[in-house]
């Protein structure tokens, strides 16, 4: 398999980037089913032929065994007549993203390396807890933002994922997990974080219509309460995601000066602080019910003194922020530029915004030995390419 590399500019931290064009069809020309709304199913049956009435009904019963049942081929479907399963299933597929590699760390934590189906490899990881499990899930194959502490911002390739590889994603986690059929109770997978590799407000439609299907209650059911969606800061896009998605926000926030946030997101050359605060005031659906989570990465003598968290606590009370912080240790990665706070330090600051009323509590690092944490995700294939390269560059030293 070969990934297409037909380029085309989506946007990057000051100006668009060219990667690799999105898949548009699969290399066997069959239309994917998943992914699409039940109308999508419902006109794409009506499109290759069957009369309106028959197309309505087969997309029903399709969708009831896509997204309730968990089948993963047209056999499976007994109320739909055996003659039909062909006709299908030349026509029509319903795939995951293939797993090439699952990993479980020591912690319980899981990893799974995916490939779409034009060969892109990409990331997700599972975090079990004891009274949740959160699913962290990807939106694009690396990401075009390179914020400098994540190890996704190293990747050169990158395609937006399709809606098919979003809800695929959680349709994997379903399968490992054994959670079909599906039943609200009792489930290991509670919880959706937005939080893998890539931007999801740069690939806003796919994320969009991908979380219609996983928070459709005839689909697959989870809350949008239990979902959170993380940006590191695509102003434009923020109030269209609370309107027309209404997941919780998470924002990566990092720094509280011009001068380090430019250093450490190079989005913020284009969306400054004060811009950034001001549409997280505007998010619709906010309130103190409904907090939005700040994301801050503790990077020792970078963005984490004193007067770093009292000037936080100044910027959210200015803005009337109805949030609540979250630290998180950096996770190292080879070649990092940075260090992680020391614990003291993550302490102290912790406190000061903990002192000022606003919950800070520091995130666990989680599945750190698989390289499962928070911005350790980088494809295994170019860690092997990158760890080539870097006996190479030993050999000609
Ligand atoms: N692109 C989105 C969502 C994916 S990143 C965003 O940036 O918000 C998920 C979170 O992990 C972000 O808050 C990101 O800043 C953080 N992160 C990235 N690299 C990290 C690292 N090496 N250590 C700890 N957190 C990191
Ligand atoms: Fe992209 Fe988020 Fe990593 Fe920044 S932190 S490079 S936006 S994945």
């Given at each position: 398999m070969s990934a297409d590399t037909t380029l085309m500019p989506i946007p990057g931290p000051v100006d668009p980037v060219p990667v690799p064009r999105a898949a548009t069809s699969r290399a066997d020309g069959k239309v994917e089913l998943i992914g699409l709304p039940r109308e999508g199913i419902?006109?794409?049956?009506?499109?290759?032929?069957?009369?309106?009435?028959?197309?309505?009904?087969?997309?029903?019963?399709?969708?009831?065994?896509?997204?309730?049942?968990?089948?993963?081929?047209?056999?499976?479907?007994?109320?739909?007549?055996?003659?039909?399963?062909?006709?299908?299933?030349?026509?029509?597929?319903?795939?995951?993203?293939?797993?090439?590699?699952?990993?479980?760390?020591?912690?319980?934590?899981?990893?799974?390396?995916?490939?779409?189906?034009?060969?892109?490899?990409?990331?997700?990881?599972?975090?079990?807890?004891?009274?949740?499990?959160?699913?962290?899930?990807?939106?694009?194959?690396?990401?075009?933002?390179?914020?400098?502490?994540?190890?996704?911002?190293?990747?050169?390739?990158?395609?937006?994922?399709?809606?098919?590889?979003?809800?695929?994603?959680?349709?994997?986690?379903?399968?490992?997990?054994?959670?079909?059929?599906?039943?609200?109770?009792?489930?290991?997978?509670?919880?959706?974080?937005?939080?893998?590799?890539?931007?999801?407000?740069?690939?806003?439609?796919?994320?969009?219509?991908?979380?219609?299907?996983?928070?459709?209650?005839?689909?697959?059911?989870?809350?949008?309460?239990?979902?959170?969606?993380?940006?590191?800061?695509?102003?434009?896009?923020?109030?269209?995601?609370?309107?027309?998605?209404?997941?919780?926000?998470?924002?990566?926030?990092?720094?509280?000066?011009?001068?380090?946030?430019?250093?450490?997101v190079p989005l913020n050359r284009k969306y400054g602080i004060e811009e950034l605060l001001s549409a997280c005031a505007a998010y619709p659906g906010a309130n103190n019910a409904r907090r939005i989570t700040f994301e801050y990465v503790m990077l020792k003598d970078k963005n984490d003194s004193d007067a770093d968290a009292r000037e936080l606590v100044r910027l959210l009370r200015h803005y009337k922020l109805p949030a609540k912080v979250n630290l998180i240790p950096f996770n190292p990665w080879p070649g990092a530029p940075y260090e992680c706070s020391t614990e003291e330090r993550i302490k102290a600051f912790s406190n000061i915004v903990f002192e000022a009323g606003i919950s800070a509590r520091v995130r666990t690092p989680r599945g750190r030995d698989i390289d499962a944490a928070c911005g350790q995700l980088k494809t295994a294939a170019e860690r092997k390419r990158r760890s080539q390269m870097d006996e190479q560059g030993a050999r000609a030293a």
């Open positions: 419902r006109a794409a049956l009506e499109a290759a032929g069957l009369e309106p009435k028959q197309a309505k009904l087969r997309a029903k019963q399709i969708w009831h065994w896509v997204y309730n049942r968990g089948v993963g081929h047209f056999a499976a479907m007994t109320d739909i007549a055996k003659v039909q399963h062909p006709w299908l299933s030349e026509r029509f597929a319903i795939t995951r993203p293939d797993v090439v590699e699952a990993q479980v760390s020591s912690d319980g934590t899981r990893k799974w390396l995916l490939r779409t189906h034009d060969g892109h490899d990409f990331e997700m990881v599972f975090i079990p807890d004891a009274d949740r499990g959160t699913l962290c899930v990807s939106s694009q194959v690396g990401c075009t933002l390179n914020c400098r502490f994540c190890h996704t911002g190293t990747m050169k390739l990158v395609r937006n994922l399709e809606p098919a590889e979003i809800v695929g994603q959680v349709m994997l986690a379903r399968d490992a997990l054994g959670e079909w059929p599906s039943s609200p109770d009792g489930r290991m997978l509670t919880n959706i974080v937005m939080m893998g590799m890539g931007e999801p407000l740069y690939n806003f439609d796919n994320v969009k219509q991908a979380l219609k299907i996983v928070m459709d209650g005839d689909g697959l059911g989870l809350s949008k309460r239990r979902i959170t969606l993380s940006t590191s800061g695509v102003v434009p896009m923020m109030e269209r995601a609370g309107e027309e998605i209404g997941v919780n926000l998470a924002v990566s926030l990092h720094a509280v000066t011009k001068e380090i946030r430019d250093e450490i």
